[in-house]
């Protein structure tokens, strides 16, 4: 008969939005070999969500996922409420981490980018991300941990991303003052900025445009682009214990890009 002292520490579990795909999807994975469980959302590819939960349950941890449009603040209240019935089935009242890495991509010169272009990115990428936040924090554990997903165009400049690098840039500010607001709760708060990586964002140009994918591999220090196996393991290692003192950082995931 085991004692208290033995018993199994109950399955950590993470929150990950936009996990059907690309890093949120390989972020799931990594965590799922770590032995975490994760609610993760997507918002309109409901056969590649569950293809990730099926991947996550392989490995033998669990996995659920909810829709949710993280750029609509009206749904979160409802979404809020699913994530507490996700966490009573698994027996639990709170989940540890948090990785805000929903996004959408836009590319267009400063002088031709509009007001409703620059509504929709302020709405997925910080406006979104501030208030699920605030809403998740009554179900995220004191000790817990949150990532904001960022760019490497916050420090490289390349026309065409002023409107997208932008809102990443505010994120990366939030981000330093949640882990001052937060460090009373001992949650951690860090920003990871992934360069490059050849994913289907931003339909699929750094692993489909062979002139891009070289153009980007000639400037990055280790001579290739990024992949979402570089940035998922990653995070799912900065969401670890060996990382705990680690608060308030960005931390970029480029491979030295523009060094």
Known sequence: MPTADTQAKPARIALITGGSRGIGRNT???????????????NSRQADAEQV?????????KAIALQLDTGD???FDAFAKQVRHALADWGAERFDYLVNNAG?????????????????????HFKGVFFLTQKLLPLLNDGGRIVNISSGLTRMTFPGSSPYASMKGAVEVLTRYLAKELGPRRIAVNTVAPGAVATDFSGGMVRDNPELNK?????????????????????????SEDNRWVNGQRIEVSGGAMV
């Not at 799931?28 to 997507?42: E, K, M, N, P």
């Not at 939960?53 to 941890?61: H, I, K, L, N, P």
């Not at 267009?108 to 997925?124: C, G, H, I, K, M």
């Open 28 to 42: 799931a994975l990594h965590l799922a070999q770590r032995g975490v469980d994760s609610i993760f959302t997507y």
């Open 53 to 61: 939960v099926a991947a996550v349950r392989e490995t033998g941890s």
């Open 73 to 75: 603040t009206r749904a």
């Open 104 to 124: 959408t991509s836009h590319h267009a010169p400063f002088d031709q980018t509009t007001e409703e272009e620059l509504d929709s990115l302020y709405n997925v």
């Open 215 to 239: 153009l980007v591999s000639d400037a990055t220090a280790l001579g290739r682009v990024g992949l979402p196996d570089d940035i998922g393991s990653m995070i799912s290692s900065l969401l």
